[in-house]
């Protein structure tokens, strides 16, 4: 018999405020009207890249605090993670605010990890106000994990391309908002993939093995949901997804999609599609949440996926394990 | 063993799923681009000979080689030589260009972490094993040398 991994909250803790921060390219993107703030370059004012990617950590948290209409003084807790060693990013940006701090690694799911443990923290009645955030940059993912940036190399086709952007949201017991209802936290998947240009074909599935246990264990099938959406598995990704859930006798339908597939437009050339933190992360903050409260949406199932690779272990010949956590968040006061 | 046979099995569907890059575009433009430094090559050489009468051959390869070197050090550093390598593909890595670029891409890159540890450290992470390649076939062929 196969373990309970899904949470139902009975209190269903609300997201009373969310913001989404990127970079200029991504406000050229599919999604460009719905983010709160676009970035006029990518250092963002900045000497490095990595600072950058601070101050946007730091933006957001900000503007999702603002935009709950909550004091800084009111928040008990932040939940945050990035891609970078270390988490530096999230720690770092930390430093500057007074209150408790826990940073997680989840790769590119982290948006879903933080809501995750946050909206646990928020049913059990254990704080008042939880601040979820993670964020990526282009710039410092790329020199971490791949080549420097001038360097005059041709990228293959499943590439994809790490989002610039940061999202933030406000966890609370009440209030106005999408609320969090239920959340699968995910296993560790790996399925031999080695290609680290191949991030989407890793990942998918970790996104089976945990949308799999999802309806399994909260009875509901992908028809439930208004909408089902994974973080950045990209258009390869997303379509091994879909071949896989329907060699488990599920059909993910046209209500799922994938963030990283549908950041970018035609022209902007990202191969696979958008990636990276900030990529589901700027989605679920922006356009997930507009239509969350004006009710286009009544029911969204928000399933990231991360890949826990780091370099070392990539050079030493190790494949690249996923993971990938779900939530379901629902419109209106429930 | 189980989970052996269905990695097995993933990764061969996942490698008949993969786009396929087109070679022949490729191939066409990095044909073209790297011919076309080529020729720029052998025209900066001409130009410096016309110029210069009296130089001996072997030293205008040398500031040839010096010119290309600089030009593609400064188009990297001014963000245009990536765009054209992403076009041309091997045309621009396997001149000398493409050596330029793969030391100036990381200086620039790391110049933020301090001249010593981050620029001269991290120069040569791209470059570094061509250069080793190149000094351990020159011994090589030094040793073949000295015994024929």
Known sequence: MAKNQTVKFKNKPVIIGSYSIVGPKEGQGNFGQYFDYVMKSDSFGEKTYEKAERKMIQNAIIGAIEKAKIKPTDVDILLAGDLLNQIISSSYAARDFNFSYLGLFGACSTMAESLAVGASLVDGKLFDHVVCSTASHFSTAERQFRFPLELGNQRPPTAQWTVTGAGACVLAPKGHGPRITMATFGRVVDYGINDVNDMGAAMAPAAMDTLLCHFRDSNTTPDDYDLIVTGDLGKLGSEILIDLMEDQGIKLGLNYNDCGQMYYTREQATLSGGSGCGCSATVLNSFIMKKLRDGSYKKVLFAPTGALLSTTATQQGDTIPGVCHAIVIESGEG | ?148
């Open chain 2, 1 to 148: 063993m189980d989970e052996k046979k269905r990695n097995e099995a993933y990764n061969k569907y996942v490698k008949a799923k993969i786009p396929k890059t087109r070679p022949w575009p490729s191939l066409f433009n990095s044909f073209w681009i790297g011919g076309l430094i080529c020729c720029l090559g052998q025209g900066i050489n001409d130009l410096i000979l016309l110029w210069f009468p009296n130089m001996a051959e072997q030293t205008a390869w040398a500031y040839t080689l010096i010119v290309l070197i600089f030009l593609a050090s400064f188009l990297t550093g001014i963000g245009v030589y990536d765009r054209i390598g992403k076009f041309a593909g091997g045309g621009t890595i396997v001149p000398i260009t493409g050596f330029s670029n793969s030391i100036t891409s990381p200086a620039l890159e790391f110049k933020h972490e301090g001249i010593i540890y981050g620029l001269c450290v991290k120069m040569f992470t791209i470059a570094g094993p061509v250069i080793v390649v190149g000094i351990v076939s020159s011994i090589l062929v030094g040793l073949v040398y000295l015994f024929i």
